[in-house]
């Protein structure tokens, strides 16, 4: 039983903690601990796996060259890839709710970990297709030899399992996000955001590692690289099945979860979200969150066409633009962290948008028109980009941070970092719908490369940048100041549960729509359709555009009969 010195001692110290900004009690934790190191660990590899969400580059030597699917297909996988992640947010009701052998966290990290090794180890068994092209003798792609026409077609088993591996190990990473919160609502308010940070880092540490790693070893000819050595894409799968089991392993043995009081039923979870959807605060991150990635997600159909036949981008090359954006961007975040945490965000995006948006716009200028199509001068603007990614990203974390409430940790920032997932596949289809007019989505502008084709490639890239700088409006009519205002807005602010039925069925009926539209765009059949972002089937069978692309085929054929 405790002393009146020591009562007073416990409300001294939680009133403290208050007063520095605190959200909840329990004081800083301590990092250097090797127990507390393993939250960091599994961040380090989850790196690994979401090397698939937010780096297409890292699915590029597999989908967009050994397969060569359209750039309309490679969009859509890309988004139905950040749909399905974003459907974590299911995980992270029940890992606020139902604990696991009294566990709120560890124990949906481990299992969400040993389903996804389990799904690595099923795709080492697809039977892997024969490459879209031929090789030449000194191990380079030919473009011009099309060793098998059905090759798109086999990425539909893979896409569908690899979907099927990152919604259960949503699991995982909810949990994990949940521990992140737990921890950041512990800091005081001058240092909040150094977990989130530190987590962020691990990360993207782990993507920087696995780019390297992709880049070396899926670099053969049939990948688009140069050398003469690789390892099949079905192997590749295997080791994330090797990395999955250590995740495993650092659940049961490095990753210790404070003591948690028993939380609330997942009724009163969902009532309690729900109230906390109807105000101000979290209406006004919401909605800038979904608008902001949707006009900042539109881009060009025609981008990745242009990454792998007018600049050639080997996965190697692009593994080492990769790991210097990367490393780049994990400077950054430190550097903003520790000097210019307190900056007014809405200025920060601002400034941001403002470095990025020229800057993409003139180097793939620079690429259309054939001024410069070199790997390294065209991505050196994807390195001076991301250090205002860094800034972008930072206040994504803290947003979401400063909107949850104790004991919903786990669905709140679910979500704040997740409505971006909705807004991909909204702005894919887009994206496709507003590319598909120019006919920038298959090879034979890219191939043939006269003017005209340039011009159609360059008015599809310059009204995707149009789109993206719109996006600036929502930071100065949603975004909050900075914490302080947050905080304000959260006590002040007014409710509106009319606007948060509104809200609500916007994201349901948009994202059913764009997923459907995205999904058609993954099937070879129905690629072609117009809502799927292509010219319509019929139109492009009676084209000369089609006409061209079947006599490239047919003399490739003729050239392997002799």
């Not at 001024?371 to 991505?379: E, H, K, M």
Request: glycine share 8%; aromatic share 14%.
């Amino acid at each position: 039983m405790e002393t009146d010195d020591e009562e007073c001692r416990v409300k001294g110290q939680l009133h403290f903690e208050l007063d520095n900004g605190a959200l909840s009690k329990g004081g800083e934790v301590d990092y250097k601990h090797p127990f507390r190191l393993g939250l960091f660990y599994h961040k380090f590899v989850e790196g690994f796996l979401l090397s698939f969400v937010v780096n297409p580059i890292l699915t590029y030597p597999f989908f967009g060259r050994y397969l060569n699917i359209p750039g309309n297909m490679f969009n859509a996988i890309d988004s139905l890839i950040g749909f399905i992640w974003s459907l974590r947010i299911f995980w992270a009701l029940l890992s606020d709710s139902y604990p696991i052998c009294g566990s709120y966290r560890t124990s949906y990290i481990g299992i969400g970990w040993a389903l996804a090794a389990i799904g690595f180890i099923i795709c080492y068994f697809i039977p892997l297709p024969q490459p879209y092209f031929g090789v030449t003798n000194d191990c380079k792609q030919n473009t011009t030899d099309i060793l098998n026409p059905d090759a798109p077609k086999g990425v539909l088993p893979y896409v569908v399992i690899i979907l099927i591996i990152l919604f259960f190990f949503g699991m995982s990473n909810v949990a994990s996000d949940g521990l992140t919160v737990v921890y950041a609502r512990r800091e005081a308010e001058a240092k909040r955001g150094k977990t989130t940070t530190y987590c962020s880092v691990s990360e993207i540490a782990g993507i920087a590692i696995i780019s390297i790693i992709t880049s070396t070893l899926l670099n053969s000819g049939e990948y688009g690289g140069n050398f003469c050595f690789s390892i099949t894409y079905n192997q590749y799968l295997l080791g994330y099945g090797a990395v999955a089991i250590f995740g495993v392993v650092n659940a049961i043995l490095f990753t210790v979860e404070p003591p948690t009081e028993k939380k609330q039923s997942l009724r009163k979870n969902l009532l309690q979200f729900w109230d906390l959807m109807s105000t101000e605060c979290f209406l006004r991150v919401a909605f800038f969150i979904l608008l902001n990635t949707i006009f900042q997600g539109i881009k060009s159909s025609g981008t990745i066409k242009i990454i792998s036949i007018w600049v050639k981008i080997s996965p190697f090359v692009g593994g080492i633009v990769a790991m210097a954006c990367i490393s780049t961007l994990i400077i950054s975040m430190i550097i903003y962290e520790r000097c210019f945490i307190s900056l007014n965000w809405r200025y920060v995006i601002t400034a941001c948008n403002a470095i990025i948006f020229p800057l993409g716009f003139f180097s793939d200028c620079l690429a259309i028109f054939n001024v410069v199509r070199n790997p390294f001068v065209n991505f050196l603007d994807d390195v001076v980009i991301s250090i205002p990614r860094a800034a972008n990203k930072f206040i994504g974390l803290q947003l979401a941070t400063e909107i949850t409430e104790e004991g919903n940790e786990g669905i709140a920032f679910a979500l704040m970092m997740t409505l971006s997932g909705f807004g991909a596949p909204i702005a894919t289809m887009l994206s496709n719908l507003m590319s598909a007019p120019f006919d920038v989505a298959q090879d034979f502008r890219y191939i043939r490369d006269s003017f005209d084709d340039r011009l159609n490639v360059f008015y599809s890239v310059f009204l995707s940048y149009s789109f993206n700088c719109f996006a600036l409006i929502f930071a100065y009519t949603l975004l909050p100041k900075q914490k302080k205002h947050v905080r304000e807005i959260k006590k002040n602010g007014r409710r509106y549960k009319k606007t948060r039925c509104l809200f609500f069925i916007v994201v349901i009926v948009g994202v059913v729509i764009s997923n459907l539209s995205n999904a058609l765009a993954v099937f070879p059949s129905t690629s072609c359709l117009v809502i799927a972002g292509g010219n319509g089937c019929n139109k492009l069978k009676n084209s000369t555009n089609f006409k061209y692309i079947k006599c490239i085929n047919t003399s490739s054929q003729h050239s392997h009969i002799q």
